[in-house]
């Protein structure tokens, strides 16, 4: 690996500031297989390509839905497959199902975060309200 590692790859602190994700995180998908590194420095260390972000970044996006890394690593493979030229009719077929399933799950995961959402912002106004300081007119 004597090339230019600047030009092609990311270093894994690049990597979590671009995504926003923890070292510990990304090292930890590397592990169970969600995206792993595409080359290693001479020294062993992760390089990754913009490609291995963009999957990252799929992989930010769902978390907050509440999809299992099984899950994910499933998305990714329909992803893969969908992108794939050389696979079958029935696999891409399967595919779209599942990335239909998948969406499903983020729009009801979505709108169960945006009910949450607005509880959150209606405490915060209560607590807001009873905090302020009254004018000498309220006393």
Not at 65 to 89: C, H, P, Q, W, Y
């Amino acid at each position: 690996m004597g090339t230019d590692f600047g030009a092609r790859y990311l270093q894994i602190g690049q990597v979590a500031e671009r995504t926003e994700l923890s070292l510990k995180t990304i090292r930890h998908y590397d592990e169970v297989g969600l995206v792993q590194p595409s080359a290693r420095s001479a020294g062993g260390f992760r390089l990754y390509t913009e490609a291995d972000v963009d999957r990252l970044l799929v992989i930010r996006r769902m978390k907050p839905l509440g999809f299992t890394l099984a899950e994910m690593k499933s998305l990714l493979d329909a992803v893969d497959i969908l992108d794939d030229r050389t696979t079958t009719t029935a696999e891409r077929t399967e595919a779209r199902a599942f990335l239909r399933e998948c969406g499903a799950k983020a729009g009801d995961s979505a709108e169960r975060l945006r009910r949450q959402l607005a509880y959150a912002e209606e405490f915060a106004e209560l607590l807001a309200a009873r905090t302020r300081v009254p004018t000498a007119d309220q006393d």
